[in-house]
């Protein structure tokens, strides 16, 4: 009987190179990853279903201005650059209330649960928060400077529609809260790991740059943002051509968006953050899943709100609403 040669024992298969963990992505892959996107998309398009425009900026967002300025903000005269600032920061507070302002909620996803002790809790909050308004404060007041220069001849500025019955300020809607839904899609989808995060260089030689990017983009909502209360102070701004003037009323516009979404963060920091933290850190993948679900929503969201809802309502093509949204 002969022996049978042994085999040389099977070289192990080296272990493919885990994806080093960022800002986006810590490392661990949500569970049903798959179910997890799925629930962020259906969020963000069953807000698109039932959200109604009208209801938010006018009902809201004209109320809350009419308290805090003592009087109807709607077609109010703006006297003077004192007016136009304390204008700017009420309509502001308002405009946190809008659809534009869906990104603005999905911004501080990556900061819950991070803080992990109650000493010292506020000021590991507050931190974040203020990388995120410096984001937002460059690129809005830029935005002033630049619409005080140039005055009312941006495509903003103009309302009239054209071909198609888009006007030049939808048209510019349009493009930047596209852009800014795909990108924030992708942010979804690089906190469920399955692409990169795009800042997870930059991240590793500056922690801060993420919520700084987040808010950029924060910033960059009105470069496209139809919101009634904007367009007066937008006007006011371009026919001022004071360059001052128009960097500190964007800039405290865009203060004004964050100033609700920042109460709500220190308020849950504050009450829940230890619960909140010990259930994150107890399974490390549910932050994943959290921030996937945000950032998709968010991103459906603008994407299917300010890109394909507006056809739906120039009859171009068929789209669900909830009777109230139309």
């Given at each position: 009987?002969?022996?049978?040669?042994?085999?040389?024992?099977?070289?192990?298969?080296?272990?493919?190179?885990?994806?080093?963990?960022?800002?986006?992505?810590?490392?661990?892959?949500?569970?049903?990853?798959?179910?997890?996107?799925?629930?962020?998309?259906?969020?963000?398009?069953?807000?698109?279903?039932?959200?109604?425009?009208?209801?938010?900026?006018?009902?809201?967002?004209?109320?809350?201005?009419?308290?805090?300025?003592?009087?109807?903000?709607?077609?109010?005269?703006?006297?003077?650059?004192?007016?136009?600032?304390?204008?700017?920061?009420?309509?502001?507070?308002?405009?946190?209330?809008?659809?534009?302002?869906?990104?603005?909620?999905?911004?501080?996803?990556?900061?819950?649960?991070?803080?992990?002790?109650?000493?010292?809790?506020?000021?590991?909050?507050?931190?974040?928060?203020?990388?995120?308004?410096?984001?937002?404060?460059?690129?809005?007041?830029?935005?002033?400077?630049?619409?005080?220069?140039?005055?009312?001849?941006?495509?903003q500025f103009q309302t009239a529609s054209q071909g198609g019955g888009f006007s030049p300020r939808m048209i510019q809607a349009m493009?930047?809260?596209?852009?800014?839904?795909?990108?924030?899609?992708?942010?979804?989808?690089?906190?469920?790991?399955?692409?990169?995060?795009?800042?997870?260089?930059?991240?590793?030689?500056?922690?801060?740059?993420?919520?700084?990017?987040?808010?950029?983009?924060?910033?960059?909502?009105?470069?496209?943002?139809?919101?009634?209360?904007?367009?007066?102070?937008?006007?006011?701004?371009?026919?001022?051509?004071?360059?001052?003037?128009?960097?500190?009323?964007?800039?405290?516009?865009?203060?004004?968006?964050?100033?609700?979404?920042?109460?709500?963060?220190?308020?849950?920091?504050?009450?829940?953050?230890?619960?909140?933290?010990?259930?994150?850190?107890?399974?490390?993948?549910?932050?994943?899943?959290?921030?996937?679900?945000?950032?998709?929503?968010?991103?459906?969201?603008?994407?299917?709100?300010?890109?394909?809802?507006?056809?739906?309502?120039?009859?171009?093509?068929?789209?669900?609403?909830?009777?109230?949204?139309?």
């Open positions: 009987m002969t022996e049978v040669a042994s085999r040389p024992a099977a070289t192990p298969r080296p272990l493919r190179p885990t994806r080093t963990p960022s800002f986006f992505f810590n490392g661990h892959v949500p569970r049903r990853r798959g179910l997890v996107l799925l629930l962020g998309a259906l969020i963000g398009f069953a807000l698109t279903v039932v959200w109604s425009a009208e209801f938010v900026d006018q009902t809201i967002g004209g109320n809350v201005s009419e308290a805090l300025l003592g009087h109807p903000a709607k077609d109010a005269p703006l006297t003077g650059a004192l007016a136009g600032i304390a204008f700017a920061l009420a309509t502001g507070v308002a405009g946190s209330f809008t659809a534009c302002n869906i990104a603005v909620f999905s911004a501080v996803a990556p900061l819950a649960g991070q803080v992990a002790t109650r000493r010292g809790r506020l000021a590991a909050a507050l931190r974040p928060l203020g990388q995120l308004a410096a984001g937002a404060l460059l690129v809005s007041a830029a935005y002033g400077v630049l619409v005080a220069v140039v005055g009312t001849g941006m495509p493009v930047v809260y596209g852009i800014m839904g795909l990108a924030m899609t992708y942010l979804g989808l690089a906190a469920a790991g399955l692409v990169r995060d795009p800042l997870a260089r930059l991240t590793a030689r500056f922690p801060g740059a993420p919520m700084f990017v987040m808010g950029v983009m924060t910033g960059s909502l009105l470069l496209g943002r139809p919101f009634g209360l904007f367009r007066q102070l937008f006007r006011d701004a371009a026919a001022s051509h004071n360059v001052f003037y128009g960097a500190a009323a964007f800039g405290l516009q865009a203060l004004g968006n964050i100033v609700i979404v920042g109460l709500l963060f220190l308020l849950v920091t504050g009450l829940f953050g230890d619960r909140l933290h010990r259930w994150l850190t107890a399974r490390p993948s549910r932050l994943s899943a959290v921030m996937a679900v945000a950032f998709v929503a968010a991103g459906i969201f603008m994407i299917l709100y300010w890109d394909v809802r507006i056809l739906a309502r120039r009859d171009l093509i068929w789209y669900p609403m909830a009777p109230w949204a139309h």
